[in-house]
């Protein structure tokens, strides 16, 4: 089955290829950031892409329109990732308070990093994509 985007047909596997892209592009950007006053704002923006996206592989991506087997493994891990692990009230309740208090930033950068690493999900999302 193809899904229709500004007039032009994209097959499911091009569908989400351009979604894991911008999944892992938003996660090199978390990689990158230097941890600087203002950089709050630039991890959550970069968090919340990541969620939309992986929201959208989790609950609009049919298992049965992508044919490798490795596509079910992240849908489910993605799955997963969403009901363990949610940061935006935490950032919504530290931006008053410690938005440039740079230690405290650099540890929220890094445990949102750590929970898109858990049981090597963006791996998973590397290898997928490959395979695509």
Sequence with gaps: ?????????????????????????????????????GDLAKIEKEM???????????????????????FKIVKTKFSQYLENYSFEKEIVTMTPLYSNDMSRVKNMRLKILESLKNKSMMDDVYDLLEKL
């Design 1 to 37: 089955m193809d899904v229709i985007f500004n007039h032009t047909v994209v097959t499911y596997n091009e569908h989400l290829k351009n979604i894991l892209n911008h999944i892992l592009r938003s996660y090199q950007i978390l990689n990158e950031i230097e941890d600087k006053p």
């Design 48 to 70: 919340l892409k990541i969620n939309g996206f992986i929201r959208v592989v989790s609950n609009k991506i049919d298992l049965d329109k992508i044919p490798t087997s490795d």
